[in-house]
């Protein structure tokens, strides 16, 4: 039998996550900076919890988890040899894994809702499962670290994201492109082209325009329903180029007539002059009119963030937006709440691909003591005990074995230092050591080994 993992999943080696730990690490620190608590929620919702959040093209990518025990014994077989799909799949599969953290959170908001002091702010650092086709920068299980404040209209709410997105990806030294729209913006368009009913169809085919091109993107309209005179109206949006400024006065023509279409233009202007004034010059922030992102419970500002490092993945690494009552199809209507997302799997490729992952000296065995036998060892497990206190990161090899065996070990594992302690360091009170980069060898006590130390 050949082992392997599932399509889409990974197995992490030693190295690997200590490099994704600095990513956490990061993340975390600028999170909890901003005044966010941490939270968790269970690896599984209920179905109906997570189904008709995302849209029809999330929903057919939520990973379904099969009743225990006899999971057919409610289906009848008219509905099983009639193949009827989506009723057999609800009456076998009750619980499905998450697909995001936000709708999650929603439901941790509502059903703790008496617990929490609004406005709440939570990160969650947790994975999720997208059944999605695995290729490169995309994965079926994955790890996402989430910021949401709920309870509150403010837009310094969104103007904070944009803050923390240019903290972390300074710290992680990645200049980055954060690109922001508006739904409303993109429910004016929808509006002012005759296509109001049509505005899910119009945002998820533009949300691709980069992706595919103009011309596959028409093509998708129109196999969703778009009059061919919806979609001439469209496309001066899509077409036009210049810088945000250039781009705010042409939605102010181009929305005129639509009330929602001055809100949006309002709504995102007042971030992005505010937000300007507060982020460093790595982040270059952009208005991206054709920006949409495909999850249905956006109503306001979003954002999608891209790493500007030449040859790194072009796929969004972080990504967000305002929802105005996604608690109120949990029975809590009315609660505003704003958020983003950091795809740690994402920067993780970014961060390899720029080689821009620090040493990481300190998350290893910095030490190693060689076992020359019992009563070595036993001598030895003090000095461990000692550097282990100090802050040191310090292993005894478990077995007497061959040098040769001990020292192969503390190659391959990365280990600076190998300390050698036999009879006559003993009786001496002094270490041997030998630095396994220059090959320099030397004799110390204790305190000595632990002042050289970085």
Not at 74 to 92: A, P
Not at 140 to 158: A, H, K, M, W
Not at 239 to 244: A, L
Request: charged residues 25%; negative net charge.
């Amino acid at each position: 039998m050949k082992l392997n993992t599932p399509k889409g999943t990974r197995d992490f080696s030693p190295a690997e996550m200590v490099r994704r730990n600095y990513i956490f690490d990061t993340v975390k620190s600028v999170f909890k900076k901003y005044g966010y608590q941490p939270i968790e929620t269970p690896a599984m919702e209920n179905s109906e919890t997570l189904m008709g959040k995302y849209g029809d093209e999330g929903d057919r990518l939520i990973f379904k988890i099969l009743n225990s025990g006899d999971f057919l014994k409610d289906v009848s077989d008219e509905k099983l040899n009639g193949r009827l799909i989506s009723e057999v799949s609800n009456l076998i599969s009750e619980k499905a894994l998450r697909y995001d953290l936000t709708v999650p959170f929603a439901r941790y908001v509502v059903q703790h809702r008496n617990e929490i002091t609004f406005p709440f702010k939570r990160y969650q650092v947790q994975p999720v499962w997208r059944a999605d086709r695995p290729q490169k920068g995309r994965y079926r299980e994955f790890y996402q670290c989430d910021i949401d404040v709920i309870g509150s209209d403010s837009l310094l709410n969104e103007v904070e994201m944009v803050q923390v997105v240019d903290e972390v990806f300074s710290k992680l030294n990645v200049p980055v492109t954060v690109k922001i729209n508006n739904r409303k913006l993109l429910a004016a368009i929808a509006e002012v082209i005759g296509a109001p009913d049509a505005f899910v169809d119009i945002t998820v085919a533009l949300d691709k325009l980069d992706k595919i091109g103009e011309e596959k993107v028409i093509i998708e309209l129109k196999e969703r329903g778009i009059s061919d005179a919806s979609t001439e109206k469209l496309l001066p949006l899509m077409r036009f180029q210049g810088n945000t400024s250039d781009k705010l006065e042409f939605l102010k023509t181009y929305l005129a007539s639509s009330e929602i279409g001055q809100k949006g233009i309002a709504e995102v202007s007042e971030v992005l002059k505010t937000a300007q004034k507060l982020i460093s010059n790595k982040t270059v922030l952009e208005l991206d009119l054709t920006l949409a992102r495909g999850l249905n419970y956006y109503t306001g500002a979003i954002f999608e963030v891209r790493s500007n490092i030449e040859g790194t993945l072009s796929s969004s690494i972080s990504g967000g937006g305002r929802y105005d009552d996604l608690t109120g199809i949990f029975g809590m209507p009315n609660v505003s709440g704003v958020g983003i997302s950091f795809g740690a799997d994402r920067i993780y490729d970014v961060l390899q691909e720029a080689n821009l992952f620090p040493e990481f000296t300190s998350d290893n065995t910095q030490v190693f003591f060689v076992n020359f036998g019992a009563q070595e060892a036993n001598y030895c497990l003090g000095l461990v005990k000692q550097l282990r206190e100090a802050g040191v990161n310090t292993e005894l090899y478990p077995d007497k074995a061959k040098m040769q065996k001990q020292m192969t070990y503390a190659n391959n594992n990365g280990i600076p230092f190998v300390a050698m302690v036999g009879t006559q360091e003993m009786e001496s009170g002094k270490i041997g050591l030998k630095n396994m980069v220059t090959g320099e060898q030397s004799s110390l006590t204790i305190s000595e080994l632990i002042s050289i130390i970085p």
